[in-house]
């Protein structure tokens, strides 16, 4: 199982679109080598490469949020912080010898990041094109 970047997941806002495209080929990169069976010391290397995508993305989408006045910035905040303990936990398990950790992540990870963008990042992409007008 794996996603494609489709055009129902475009918020029309290309930036956000752009940075969306990129995770989800970070995560499918991800994925590969979980499916071949990479070693743990590729699997840490592109594990921390999904992380600190997540986390760049994330601020900018953040910042991007409060800069059009966006009202529900802080539950979406919320949700972010969600995704990424919930991401380092699964991480934590693998280091720890949880084999089937990293299977569990990529899924959760496609899951999520799916339903995210669906959801509620639709929600700002609505909030942002009625106010551009
Ligand atoms: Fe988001």
Known sequence: MRIEWTEDLALGIPEMDKQH?????LIND?????ERGERDE?????????????VFHFSAEEAFLEQI???ELAP????????????LTAMERHEAGDRKAVRDLVAFLFSWLYTHIQKTDKRYSAFFHQQAG
């Open 21 to 25: 495209q990129e995770l989800i080929a």
């Open 30 to 34: 991800f994925y590969n080598a979980v």
């Open 42 to 54: 590729g699997i840490r290397a592109l594990f921390e490469g999904v992380d600190r995508y997540a």
């Open 69 to 71: 006045g966006y009202p």
């Open 76 to 87: 979406h905040r919320e949700t972010h912080a969600m995704f990424r303990r919930e991401y």
